[in-house]
C-alpha cells in the first residue's frame, strides 16, 4: 500500500482537493497528519501545495471497512443519523436518516453536519419550503423533509454528489418522481447541480429557511444571493465556519440586514444564525 504523508487536516480544502486530482483513492487524518493513499507513485510535483510530504510503503489494510467499523450514528436534535447497517440501532423516540457513506461530504459525523441539523430540528419545518446550498450526500435537505418540510431543495455545485444524494433519499424510502422525490406521507425532495445562481433552481421561490453548509468566505460572498432566496423573516443556518473566521460572517450578515445574529460553537467550528 503507498501513502502519501503530509502535514494537514481534511479540512484543508486546497490540500484534499489537489490529493483529489493527483489520484488519491482515499483520505485519512492521523495525529495531525494528512495520508492520501495512491495505487502508484503520482508526479506530485506538478501540485506545490503537496509539496513537503514524504511516501511511505506500507502493508495492505482494508482501510475502507476499517473507517466503516468505526461510524457510529449520530443523534442530532430530532434526528440520528446512521449508515445503512447500523439503521436498526435507532431508538424508537428518533426520527432515522440513513447515510451510506461515500463520495460526497455528510455522513452526520463533522460538527457542523452535526450543528446544522440540530437547528433544523429546533424550528417548525411543517409547510415549510427549505432550501439547503451545498447538499453533499443531501443529508440537511432530507433531514429537513424527515422533519416535515413541505419541499426541500439541495444544490450543490459538484455533480458527483447529486446522483449520490438521490441515492440516499431513497434509502431513506424516498421515491422518485418526474418533480425529484417524494417523502412516504407526502413532502418533495429535489436535487440539483448548482448553487444560487438563479439558473440551477427557480429563483422566483423564496424558501422559509435556508441552510448552507460551506465555509465562511463563501458565506461572505452569498449573504446577498441568500436574503434574495429567502422570506422576508426566514429563519437563516450557516455552518462551516471556523471560529477565528466568525468575524467575516457576522459583518457579511450585518451587511446585508440580517437580524437577530447568534452563534454557537462546537469545538473550533462555529454556526451561525439569523433572521432575514
Ligand atoms: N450539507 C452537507 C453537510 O452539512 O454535511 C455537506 C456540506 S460540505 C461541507 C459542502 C458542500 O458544498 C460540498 O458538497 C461542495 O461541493 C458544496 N459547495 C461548495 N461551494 C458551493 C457553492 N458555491 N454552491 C453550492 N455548493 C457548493
Known amino acids: 500500500m503507498l501513502v502519501y504523508r503530509l502535514s494537514g487536516t481534511l479540512d484543508n480544502e486546497e490540500l484534499t482537493a489537489a490529493l483529489w486530482e493527483a489520484g488519491a483513492g482515499g483520505l485519512e487524518e492521523r495525529q495531525g497528519s494528512l495520508r ?11 501540485y506545490p501545495e503537496l509539496a513537503g510530504g514524504e511516501w511511505l510503503v506500507e502493508p495492505d489494510r482494508d482501510w475502507q471497512a476499517d473507517w466503516k467499523l468505526g461510524l457510529k450514528p449520530v443523534q442530532a436534535g430530532r434526528i440520528t443519523v446512521v449508515p445503512s447497517w447500523l439503521a436498526d440501532e435507532v431508538p424508537a423516540t428518533q426520527t432515522r436518516l440513513i447515510i451510506e457513506p461515500g463520495m460526497a461530504f455528510g455522513t452526520g459525523h463533522h460538527a457542523t453536519t452535526r450543528m446544522a441539523i ?3 430540528s429546533a424550528l417548525e419545518l411543517q409547510g415549510e419550503r427549505v432550501l439547503d446550498v451545498g447538499t453533499g450526500s443531501g443529508v ?5 423533509s424527515l422533519l416535515g418540510a413541505e419541499r426541500a431543495l439541495g444544490l450543490d455545485i459538484d455533480p458527483l454528489t447529486i446522483p449520490v444524494a438521490f441515492e440516499n433519499a431513497e434509502l431513506n424510502g424516498f421515491t422518485r418522481t ?25 429563483d422566483s421561490e423564496r424558501y422559509g429557511v435556508l441552510v448552507a453548509n460551506l465555509y465562511a ?25 471556523l471560529e477565528n473566521k466568525l468575524p467575516l460572517v457576522r459583518e457579511a450578515l450585518e451587511r ?13 467550528w462555529a454556526l451561525v444564525t439569523a433572521r432575514n
Open 36 to 46: 492520501a493513499y495512491f495505487d502508484e507513485r503520482s508526479p506530485l510535483h506538478e
Open 118 to 120: 440540530e437547528a433544523l
Open 140 to 144: 440537511l435537505a432530507m433531514a429537513a
Open 178 to 202: 418526474a418533480g425529484g422525490l417524494t417523502r412516504p406521507g407526502g413532502g418533495l425532495l429535489d436535487f440539483a447541480e448548482g448553487t444560487l445562481d438563479g439558473e440551477s433552481y427557480d
Open 217 to 241: 468566505e463563501l458565506h461572505d460572498l452569498l449573504a446577498a444571493d441568500y436574503r434574495e432566496a429567502m422570506q422576508s423573516g426566514a429563519p437563516l443556518i450557516l455552518t462551516g465556519i
Open 256 to 268: 446585508e440586514g440580517f437580524t437577530d445574529v447568534q452563534e454557537r460553537l462546537d469545538g473550533e
